[in-house]
């Protein structure tokens, strides 16, 4: 399916997907269009993407036969009015948070609409997305949804009334974790280890860690077991995990961030 791709919104996650897309080799460059609010952040982003960037939502939505729609939230309904007829009989993906498919449906009443919550390591080929479908998109649609995202990492088709959870564990994951590696490196840097090896050593042990739950077949709370030898120091660790709660964290972290994504809507 050759089409050519329109981003309306060229932002941090748009540029992970493009640069994901591009590396999968997918879709060249010259197949790629993108639209920002200035000309200055166009010659930006063009120089930086290496892709065709204008300040013109009009020309992108008229010369892309798939638009994304990727702007923040808030600017959404503004982008949607611009593009009007524009997106006629095309397939819209959106990566706004929050922002349902009928709510896109009932401003583009003749578009098929996708909503995706992707992540940035679709960066570096190491994404996942959640996808749903509004009730113009075909199965082929889907499909090649499902194959544009699953080039750029993995990828779930969830309910759409699940799409909250999705944007909290995925989309705003990465910046979860990144503050956990913060911590514990700073933990081991109180203790004595400097910042830099403390923060390699929290790195790797998170990658090795994920790739090993992964491949993995037991539960994950055979894989604690299996580290934590009775009477130990991870033991010990885990005891104190329990003892602060930090299941009440997470949930509290993950049911906040929901409860802000479904405000955008």
Do not use: W
């Not at 400097?194 to 990658?207: F, G, N």
């Not at 995990?241 to 009440?248: A, P, Q, R, T």
Request: some cysteine.
């Amino acid at each position: 399916m050759s089409n050519k791709l329109g981003f309306i919104g060229c932002g941090e996650m748009a540029g992970a997907i493009i640069k994901g897309i591009l590396k999968s080799g997918m879709f060249a460059s010259s197949d790629i269009n993108a639209s920002v609010r200035t000309g200055k952040s166009a010659s930006t982003k063009s120089k930086h993407l290496k892709i065709k960037v204008l300040a013109d939502n009009d020309y992108v939505s008229k010369n892309s036969e798939v638009l994304f729609i990727a702007t923040k939230p808030n600017q959404v309904d503004e982008v949607l009015n611009e593009i009007g007829n524009n997106a006629d009989n095309k397939l819209v993906i959106s990566i706004a948070s929050g922002i349902s498919t009928m709510h896109i449906e009932e401003k583009l009443q003749k578009s098929r609409v996708i909503r995706v919550m992707p992540n940035t390591p679709s960066m570096i080929g190491e994404g996942i997305s959640g996808i749903c479908r509004g009730k113009l998109a075909t199965d082929e649609d889907e499909k090649f949804v499902v194959e544009l995202f699953t080039s750029v990492g993995h990828v779930i088709i969830v309910d759409e009334e699940r799409m909250d959870v999705v944007t909290a564990l995925s989309g705003s994951g990465p910046a979860f974790f990144y503050q956990i590696f913060d911590d514990m490196a700073k933990s081991g840097e109180k203790l004595g280890l400097d910042y830099e090896k403390s923060l390699k050593l929290v790195l790797q042990t998170a990658i090795g860690a994920a790739k090993l739950a992964n491949m993995s077949e037991v539960p994950l709370s055979e894989l604690i077991q299996s580290v934590s030898t009775p009477g130990g120091c991870t033991e010990v660790g885990i005891k104190e995990m329990h003892n602060l709660k930090s299941i009440d964290l997470f949930s509290n972290v993950i049911e906040k961030t929901a409860l802000k994504t479904h405000s955008h809507g």
